[in-house]
Structure formats: C-alpha cells, structure tokens
C-alpha cells in the first residue's frame, strides 16, 4: 500500500531520509475507498481494528467488515441529508463506530468534526454554530446527553441527533441498529484531495476555539508519522492512547497506521487506570505503542517491571514533552527506549526521534523530511544555535507538505498571524543545539516572563521530576506585583509523601540545586490531580485560569 504513495519506503541513514523523502497524492485520493477498501479487495479477513474495553469485550474486525459496515453508515448518513461537503459532529469514545462513522463521511465527502465528550452545552451551541453542523452522533454518556438536549434549540443548523448506546432517549435516532439496517453498497463519490475532509476546534488556550480545517492529503501526511516514527508493522497491534475527540486520534488511531496496515487497538475505556492499561498490554501482547507522558509516569509508578512488555518493539511519546527522568526510569524496568514526537493538531509530526539518530534524552529530536522546519525571532529571522525562538515550516509557495492543514476557517486573524513570511509559524518555541537537535521550550503563552527572564515551563517540570515526591506536576505563570511574573509549580505527590512547608521548601530547593537557581518555583501547590484532556494531556491553561481568577 505505502508504494502508492512513496516512490521509496527505505533509507540508509537520517541524512538520507531528510534528503530523499518524497510524497506522491493522487488524484482524487480518498482514505476510505483507496485504503480500507483496497485492503478489503486484496484479503477479505486482514484484521484491521480489536475493540476492547475494561469489562473484558475483545472483539476483532476485518477492513472487509469495515468496507461493509462504512458503506451501510454512509447510505444511512445520505438518507438523512448528509451530502459532499456537510458537517456532522462526533462524540463517540472509541466505540467501533468512531471509526465507522469517519469512514463513511469520508467516503460521502462531508465534513468529520470530531469531539470530546466532555463538551458543555455552551461547547455545542459554539461549534455547531460556527461550523454549521448538520448532525450529532453521540455516545450514551448521560452528561452529555444532557448538554446536547440543553444545547439543540440554540443550534441554527442542526437537524438530526443520533446516539450510540442501549437506552436511546427520545429526540435521537438509535444509530447503531438503524445504520445496519441499510444497503451494504455505496457507489463512490468522487472528490479533489483538496476538498475539506476534516475540521478540529483548538484546545482554546486564549478566546475561543478555531477551526483547524484539513483536506483529503492529510492522511497521506501521517505516513511519516505511523511508519518512520511510531514504527508500526502491517497486521501487528499498535496502541495510542486517545479519545475519538482529540487529534492524537488522527495521529494514532487511524490514518497512517491503516496506510500502513497495522491492526488500531480501540481500547474504549471510561477513564483512564494504569494496572488496567498494563493488563491489557500483557494480554493483547501489542507490538508498538504511543501515549502521553503522563501516562508513562503513571506506568512507572504501577511497577511496570512485574508486567510483560515482551512483545513491544517501540514506545514513543507526543502530547507533551518527555522530561528526561521518565525516559531513564522507562528503559530502566523495561529496556524500551521512548522516542518523542513533537506536532500539532495541524501538522502530522514534524519533529521526531527518527532512525539513525541518536536519542539525546529531553530533546525532540530533528526535522521530518517532508517539512522545511525552522527556529525564528519575531521579525522572522533565523535564530541562531542555542537561542529560543518560534517554530515555523518555512518556503510554503514552493512546497505545501501533506498533511499540513489548510488554515483557521473563517478566522482572517488568526491566519493573518499563523501565516506570514511564506511559512506557518506554530506559536511553539525551541532552540536548536549545534548538532541540529530541537529542544522544545513551550507555547508562547506558556513562557514564564519573570524579573527579565523568559522561562520555559518544560524545563522546571524537568527538575521537579527528579525529586522523589513528585509523581506529576505542571508549571504555570503566577500573576506578581513585583516581578511581573513568577514560576508556580502545581504538584501531584507520590504514594507516601504528605504535603508540608517542610517538602515545599525542599523542593525549591532541589530545583535551585538541579536548573538555574532563578527558575525555581516561587508557588508549589500540593494537590490531589491535575486537571487534563480525556488524552492525559495537561491542561495548564485551566491553572492558570484558576490562578488570575482565584
């Protein structure tokens, strides 16, 4: 499958990779008729998705039963009025008809706008509004049936409700046993790989979410994800962990790794619990796996060593940046090296630990071949090795990568400031060490301005991590009359220390001992969780909320 896409699969060195990866879109490329339907026409039982959950359901489907299952969904979408270009909401976990759901408006030409189920009703009033959405399909979840049936009134151009469960309220159609019902054959609607396929809403770390819109390309751009860094092998088990809401969805759970032909684990578990997670690695006996560092430090802290990791050939983390104590501790008690990612809902990775380079623990690693990355200042300038500056993707007249979004939808001033010089500028800083390794600093809105001072919050969580006690932590901005600014270290403690001024004190200074004594945490607060996304993703933007609003 990966030849119709790559006149050359592989390389003999990094150089080589970065020098001589090229892509080909075809005309007209369709994921759903072009991968999971190919699969399906070249061997009707290839495995393609095992659905589990915590209460023991293990359940396998082929890309043949997929084909079927997407076609029967897509007929049932048509018959409801979703036609080539409309918008239809996900909410659904990762229930099997997540994916089949993605298929189907893929291969219909709508619009997928998939979300979490976490959405308030004043979420669902926005996004349906903005992105005028046409139908809901929801899971069960009784929170969020709630928030939907408070929201529907206010939401101008949503016409029909569907639900995923046992108990369909009334006011949604029952889709998991009306959609089956439907023909099993749908004749293939054509599209331009340039047409919409794919809208995010941003996390909306500052005013409201917009809209990341992507095209049909952008699957083909997660090549480069699934096989060169995930490393992920045809019919073998990959692991990410996400929600269906999140783009680490897209990243890990279905587009390159189906490219590529790896059967996805839908691990469809209400909240996230480490000895469950490592119980099921040991059973299903994956092959490669990718999840936040969170969940990792969670891991580690299970006693990962009595479980049998076997059958893993490669872990990589993405989400955040990996302090180097989790990667030490991680191949420790269990001989697995992690390899970080670092991307954005709006790109595919574009900075990784690839093949044939050496993993300097903390850094990101170097470029994607396909991406022509950059560090520069405020006026656009490069920046030279060993100064901080923003991200960019540079030279976009000349080479628009795959799977690099096509802008914020209707936001004329968030494009305005994404995309100036001919590049994309991903609001994320870093520096670049003389060997041409990327050390990630932070957002922009996460730098710390202290007495003068820019301090990335990355580098702290690194020396607090180091202490002991600490299980996890996120470092934010304090407002200070004084300095402007100072470092506050939000604290999750591990299983048998207790809060005091005593630990307080003496972590400030392990920290001053560990990093630059000026980047200690002036504020440590002790507290039971952090909050974060269904994903494990912190959500520092809410503690700084709290802290301005406290």
């Not at 690695?281 to 891991?299: G, S, V, W, Y």
């Not at 995309?419 to 809105?445: H, I, L, M, P, Q």
């Not at 934010?476 to 220390?497: F, H, M, N």
Request: proline residues 5%.
């Amino acid at each position: 499958m990966l030849k119709k896409f790559l006149p050359r699969i592989d390389f003999d060195s990094y150089e080589d990779f970065k020098s001589n990866y090229k892509v080909n879109i075809p005309d007209g490329f369709n994921f759903a008729y072009d991968i999971i339907d190919a699969w399906a026409e070249q061997d009707k039982e290839k495995p393609a998705l095992l659905y589990c959950n915590d209460d023991g359901a293990r359940r396998m489907y082929t890309f043949d039963e997929l084909r079927v299952l997407s076609n029967k969904a897509a007929n049932f979408f048509v018959s409801k009025g979703i036609t080539k270009g409309s918008r239809v909401m996900l909410m659904l976990k990762q229930r099997a008809e997540a994916w089949i759901c993605i298929l189907a408006l893929c291969k219909i030409g709508a619009v997928c706008i998939p979300a979490t189920y976490q959405l308030t009703t004043k979420d669902i009033v926005y996004r349906c509004n903005a992105a005028n959405v046409k139908m809901i399909v929801s899971v069960d979840d009784e929170h969020l049936i709630k928030s939907i049936n408070e929201a529907k009134g206010d939401c101008s151009t949503l016409e029909t409700l569907c639900m995923v469960g046992e108990t369909i309220p009334d006011g949604f159609i029952d889709f998991r046993n009306t959609y089956i019902t439907f023909s099993e054959e749908f004749a293939r609607v054509e599209n331009d790989y340039k047409d919409p396929m794919l809208l995010y809403f941003s996390s909306g770390t500052t005013g409201m979410p917009k809209m990341i819109l992507h095209n049909f390309a952008y699957p083909i751009g997660h090549i480069l994800t699934a096989k060169y860094w995930q490393h992920v092998e045809e019919g073998k088990l990959h692991l990410t962990m996400s929600d269906s809401g999140w783009a680490k969805f897209a990243w890990g759970k279905i587009y390159g790794q189906w490219i590529c032909g790896a059967v996805i684990v839908a691990y469809d578990n209400e909240k996230f619990n480490a000895k469950n997670t490592l119980e099921l690695i040991q059973e299903i006996k994956i092959t490669t796996f990718c999840a936040p560092p969170t969940i990792f430090r969670f891991l580690i802290k299970e006693d990962i060593a009595k479980y049998d990791f076997s059958s893993i050939k490669h872990c990589c983390i993405a989400g955040e940046p990996l302090n180097p104590e989790v990667f030490y501790k991680f191949k420790e008690l269990t001989g697995l090296t992690l390899t970080e990612g670092f991307g954005q809902t709006e790109t595919p990775v574009i900075l990784a630990n690839f093949d044939g380079v050496p993993i300097k623990p903390g850094s990101t690693g170097k470029p994607s071949p396909d991406f022509d990355i950059d560090i520069v200042d405020e006026n656009g300038n490069s920046c030279e090795d060993g100064i901080v500056g923003s991200i960019v993707i540079k030279n976009l007249s000349k080479y628009y990568p795959a799977g690099l979004f096509q802008g914020y939808q209707e936001d004329d001033a968030a494009n305005a400031k994404a995309f100036r010089n001919d590049c994309y500028n991903t609001g994320d800083t870093a520096w670049r060490d003389a060997e041409g390794y990327y050390w990630f600093v932070g957002r922009n809105d996460d730098v710390i301005k202290c007495s003068g001072y820019r301090i990335g919050p990355f580098e702290v969580e690194s020396a607090l991590m180091t202490h002991p006690s600490v299980l996890e932590c996120a470092v934010t901005a304090a407002p200070d009359p004084v300095r402007g600014q100072v470092v506050k270290a939000t604290i999750v403690l591990t299983k048998g220390y207790v809060a005091s001024e005593e630990l307080k004190k003496e972590i400030q200074n392990h920290v001053k001992k560990v990093t630059a004594p000026y980047k200690y945490p002036r504020i440590v607060e002790f507290v039971e969780e952090l909050p974060k996304t269904i994903s494990g993703k912190i959500k520092r933007a809410t503690i700084r909320h709290n802290e301005n609003n406290g």
